[in-house]
């Protein structure tokens, strides 16, 4: 039996990634960048066993079956095809991350498969390759292989497509995430079925496509001169412009509930008060807060007016995936 394990930690985009040009191969349709968190990680082991029949997935002690474990097998059919296998695996992974809420459990889960694979079959996969192995499970599992920020060039193929970090002089380690938990059940529309909505009809998504590439290029500004406003004001737009695009949708839907139309607005009033705090959003209703890492303690005890205690997590930069 050939086993492996490894732990990969959550990333939030801060450029979102969302629409494909090739599903299968998952080479997006614009690049993205992000913070990987220390707060949020999935720890999975993979066993390799000739015995087994199927791919058997236990998710926090529960057996998986349906859409959930199509994910992850169809992802050990494209791993068997580069190690030249065909033996069926079982997976145990435990999520430290509410699963399928839009806190991207996707990302960590699918880079821990990646590396756990990767241990098992010994394929000795350098960073880079181990990137574009996690894309193949889900695009933004490519950016979790790297800790601190980490831009996804899109590039147009197997090869070229793949995530790499960007140096920011340890200045991630300045910056912080709060998340107001609105909710942390599972969501409707999944990201992979609400990005393939969106670039097939809605009208908004060209728009969305010409302003991602400037919004990139800003932020790496951002990174490279240190400037948190610009960093902040970037991502938040980027998100609204990521959310606009859903509402043009055929059929229309978003990933916003009234709670977030409230956490937003708070976030937009701390502003006002003179607090340095942006929200961005992915695929379900959470709002997440990128701040300074000096200014967490006030703006918990401003948050703690209006969501209770529990509701709200801080996360800081975190590391690169681990393999054990
Ligand atoms: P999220 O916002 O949490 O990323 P998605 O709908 O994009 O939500 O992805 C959730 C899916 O990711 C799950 O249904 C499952 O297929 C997969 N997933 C989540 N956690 C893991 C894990 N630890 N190991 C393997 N796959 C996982
Ligand atoms: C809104 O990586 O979950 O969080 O590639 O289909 O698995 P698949 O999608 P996924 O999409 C993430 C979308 C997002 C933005 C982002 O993380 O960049």
Redesign the pocket.
Known sequence: MLQGKARAYTNIALIKYWGKKDEDLIIPMNSSLSLTLDAFY?E?QVTFDPQLTEDI?Y?DGNLETG??SE??SQFLDKIRQIANIKTFAK?E?Q?CVP????????????A??AGACNAALELNLSEKDLSRLARKG?GSACRSIFGGFAEWVKGDSDENSFAESIAADGWEDELAMIFILINDQA?DV???DGMRRTVLTSPFYQGWLTAVTEDLATTKTAIATKDFTLLGATAEANALKMHATTLGANPPFTYWSPDSLFAMNQVRQLRQQGYDCYFTM???PNVKILTKKSQVPALLQELNKVFAKEKLITAQAGPGIQIF
């Open positions: 999935s999975t997935f998710l859409k959930s994910k992850t997976i992974s999520n699963t399928a809420a839009g806190l991207a459990s996707s990302a960590s889960g699918l821990a498969l889900s969501k999944s990201s992979r992915d695929a379900g």
